[in-house]
């Protein structure tokens, strides 16, 4: 069973930046597509960025492309989202999830919450106005 543990998440003002941390364990991480998701109060949750299992391929949903950076550190079973730019409506849970599935990265398959099988508990990121 594979264990994820998100942390970074704070209260900052709009324009500020934020890194996440998700720290991976109980599996084989360089083998993970890995993405991160949001949900926001009263709303579904939502893809936010993805990474392939070698760093090569990264996939953004538009409303923080150019904002936010998925990157990952294999020897350090961890991957990270730095949030720059930070705007209210960023505001949201995030949540760091695995694909262990051995296949091409699409944006198709990173995007979708229903491809990953693992979940870790999230953690609050709240911009102020």
């Known amino acids: 069973q594979v264990q994820l543990v998100e942390s970074g998440g704070e209260l900052v003002q709009a324009g500020g930046s934020l890194r996440l941390s998700c720290a991976a364990s109980?599996?084989?991480?360089?083998?993970?597509?890995m993405g991160w998701f949001r949900q926001a109060p009263g709303k579904e949750r939502e893809f936010v960025a993805a990474?392939?299992?070698?760093?090569?391929?990264?996939y953004y949903s538009d409303s923080v492309k150019g904002r936010f950076t998925i990157s990952r550190d294999n020897a350090k079973n961890t991957v990270y989202l730095q949030m720059n730019n930070l705007k209210p409506e960023d505001t949201a849970v995030y949540y760091c999830?695995?694909?262990?599935?051995?296949?091409?990265?699409?944006?198709?398959?990173?995007?979708?919450?229903?491809?990953?099988?693992?979940w870790g508990q999230g953690t609050q990121v709240t911009v102020s106005s």
């Open positions: 999830a695995a694909d262990p599935v051995y296949r091409t990265t699409t944006y198709h398959t990173a995007s979708s919450e229903y491809e990953y099988d693992y």
């Open positions: 109980g599996g084989t991480f360089s083998r993970y597509a």
């Open positions: 990474i392939s299992r070698s760093g090569g391929r990264t």
